[in-house]
């Protein structure tokens, strides 16, 4: 099989987890949605592949931010959206993963990241401030942080995101922006824990 593997601090239970499976013979190669899950899957003992050998994948496992009732999400809060986005969109099945303070009536609640280049970032912060949201560069430490494509985090404070699609398409549309943290129709399936019993949703 070969699996999407996400990014964030859930996802790390999995690959601690799914390295132990491999270790008792599950098959398994993994395409890493971040710098950072790349360095746990080897650390775990995970085969890993890549877009040059495979486009397609039989599932991909994540987290999120937030999940709304549609099973919309936001993304982006460990900064790796653009990679997650493109392993998520490669993949036949998607699962999301996370505990229950991630559902939400609606998307908003917490910043929107969206990945911009760094030329011009101020432009582009300008221009997104008057599509309605506050602004921030996110930084690590006193620098700004870097994504592992290059380029930088703004974090947007909406107010509630009724229709995030239309968003998601008025924001990618300006220049400079890369992509949003708004992940819609990708889920397939969520599983969120809460103490000790677990909630599946299906969209
Ligand atoms: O950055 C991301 O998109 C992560 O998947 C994030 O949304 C969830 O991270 P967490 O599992 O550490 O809350």
Partial sequence: MTIGLGSGSTV??????????????????????????EKLADKFGIPLTSFHDIQELDLAIDGADEVDDYLNLIKGGGGSLVREKIVIEASKHVIIIGDESKL?????????????????????CRKITRVGAECSLRLEGSHPFISDNGNYILDCDFPTITHPASLHEQLTSLAGVVETGLFVNSADQVILGKENNIRFLER
């Fill in 12 to 37: 790390y239970w999995l690959l601690e987890n799914l390295g132990k499976r491999v270790s008792k013979g599950l098959k398994v190669k993994g395409v890493p949605s971040s710098v950072k899950t």
């Fill in 104 to 124: 939400v009536k609606g998307l908003g609640n917490r910043p929107l990241p969206i990945e911009v280049i760094r030329f011009g970032w101020e432009v582009t």
